[in-house]
């Protein structure tokens, strides 16, 4: 079984519409990310969390929310989904170790917002 | 800031031949990590290879390499003995220990196909 999970894997649909997309992890780490992917940009940070009480902006938060339900999941929402959204999204965990973090993803959800 | 440039949007290479996929970071802090991942056409990202920046030695995985040449803030992956699952895309990527998250900063990733 895969490490890190993530639910739906693809997802079509309209824009204004709310959608959740959920993460879950059995490697026991502390630290969880949210990142998307567009063509041509990498990825970029859209929020994190260190724990179920610590949970930060990342460098494109905005349309973005999140909830840490427990240590192992981490669902990000888009209240009012745009086409621009539209976008690889990528779940992650990491365990600090100083800089050295090392990141393990999970598979991705591919979001179309028509 | 922190930074990430790949300048190889794409690259070919002639399968059982090495080739070198070019990364340049820009940081300030003097304690930090590159990684290198390979993304293929299915999209998960799997990590490769990882080097310290306080490690002397480059790191080597099997048939990965990185050529960490610190002055000149390069981290380059290096793929002997290509292999036509090679074919990916592949990202390298930072962590400093100042950004507060450690989380990763990418490139925006070089396309790497191997030609039989």
């Known amino acids: 079984d895969a490490d890190v999970t993530q639910t739906p894997r693809n997802r079509i649909t309209k824009t204004g519409k709310r959608i959740m997309l959920e993460c879950s992890q059995t490697k026991g780490h502390d630290r969880m990310y949210w990142y998307r992917q567009d063509p041509g940009l990498g990825l970029r940070l859209i929020y994190y969390?260190?724990?179920?009480?610590?949970?930060n902006k990342g460098e494109i938060s905005d349309g973005y929310s999140v909830s840490r339900q427990a240590q192992a999941k981490f669902s990000l929402s888009l209240e009012s989904a745009i086409p621009n959204q539209t976008a690889l999204y990528f779940c992650a965990t990491s365990t600090p170790q100083g800089p050295y973090n090392e990141q393990f993803f999970g598979p991705g959800t591919r979001l179309t917002v028509l | 800031a922190q930074k990430i440039t790949q300048t190889q949007p794409g690259m070919f290479v002639q399968e059982k031949e090495a080739v070198t996929l070019d990364c340049t970071y820009d940081?300030?802090?003097?304690?930090?990590?590159l990684f290198w991942y390979k993304q293929p056409s299915s999209g998960e990202m799997i990590f490769l290879i990882y080097?310290?920046?306080?490690?002397?030695q480059n790191a080597t995985e099997g048939r990965y390499s990185l050529n960490f040449q610190k002055a000149r803030k390069s981290a380059n992956l290096v793929i002997s003995a290509s292999q036509l699952g090679d074919s990916a895309m592949y990202f390298c990527a930072m962590s400093t220990a100042s950004s507060g998250a450690n989380n990763l900063f990418f490139g925006t990733g070089t396309r790497l196909t191997v030609i039989p």
């Open positions: 080097q310290g920046s306080y490690d002397e």
């Open positions: 969390s260190f724990d179920v009480k610590d949970i």
């Open positions: 940081t300030s802090d003097q304690s930090y990590g």
